[in-house]
């Protein structure tokens, strides 16, 4: 699997917070896409 650059990062941040993310939702989103987190465990914050 190719790695993210940290410019594609940095891109996805602006975008996730264009899109109206806060920064917890943000950082919530990167650990689910590198596989830190689990989809039970995006789940369970939500709510």
Do not use: H, S
Not at 11 to 16: E, V
Not at 28 to 45: H, L, S
């Amino acid at each position: 699997m190719e790695a993210m650059t940290a410019k594609e990062i940095l891109n996805l941040i602006d975008w996730l917070r264009a899109q109206g993310f806060d920064n917890d939702k943000v950082v919530e989103c990167i650990e689910y896409t590198e596989g830190k987190q689990k989809p039970e465990q995006a789940k369970e914050k939500a709510e």
